[in-house]
């Protein structure tokens, strides 16, 4: 009988899109969205400008992808915050996490979401707007937590789930920045501490 094959349709990736996507993270991460040229990301991706094009798209596309993937990998306590049973809960997780995720000893100190836009002209507004909506999603999320919190009788009446929201993510946001700027874990943990010590009883 005659072995009929079908024919190979173009030629096989020949990577792991997983660790390039990983380590275009870690360039945008380190480097923010401008400072990460087209050149660095496919030298620490290992592979060609054509080759990451077919595989992630163009530069936007790659940063989109590589926010996600921190979304689901050092961002992740996120996702875990949200799920505690108290405000006070969700609040420490969330910036313990921050720390944690800033500080990480074998990444790029801070975080993705801020430091991807940090200093970026004209040629970065696409990188600025992409994570003004992820950061304003998260604190959306926040915002929901905790009116649900309110809801529950776990915050005290009169209390405003957007301005609690708005608070932890800025408190996150500036734990980020002190962390690129040298803060090491344990004076980190330190400023969530103080940042809680006043949360507002039940």
């Not at 096989?12 to 360039?27: Q, S």
């Not at 993705?112 to 950061?135: H, K, M, T, Y």
């Not at 604190?139 to 009788?153: I, K, P, S, Y």
Request: contains cysteine; proline residues 4%.
């Amino acid at each position: 009988m005659e072995d009929i094959r079908k024919p190979l349709i173009g030629r096989p990736r020949g990577f792991d899109a997983d660790e390039a996507l990983e380590r275009a993270m870690r360039v945008f991460w380190e480097q923010g969205y401008e400072g990460a040229s087209l050149a660095d990301l496919t030298a620490a991706m290992g592979i060609t400008k054509t080759s990451m094009y077919a595989a992630f798209g163009n530069k936007e596309e790659l940063f989109r992808k590589a926010l996600k993937r921190y979304e689901q990998g050092p961002a992740a306590y996120v996702a875990c915050a949200l799920m505690k049973p108290t405000a006070l809960e969700v609040a420490t997780e969330f910036l313990t996490g921050s720390v944690t995720a800033s500080t990480l000893a074998d990444s790029p100190a801070g975080c993705l979401s801020v430091q991807g836009s940090l200093a970026a002209g004209e040629a970065g507004r696409v990188a600025r707007d992409i994570l003004a909506d992820w950061r304003n999603h998260g604190r959306t999320l926040l915002r929901e937590r905790f009116q649900r919190a309110l809801d529950d009788g776990d915050l005290p009446a009169g209390s405003d789930p957007a301005l609690i929201a708005r608070y932890v993510m800025t408190v996150a946001n500036g734990i980020a920045v002190q962390a690129a700027g040298g803060a090491t874990h344990e004076e980190l943990r330190e400023v969530v501490t103080a940042a809680l010590r006043h949360w507002p009883p039940a």
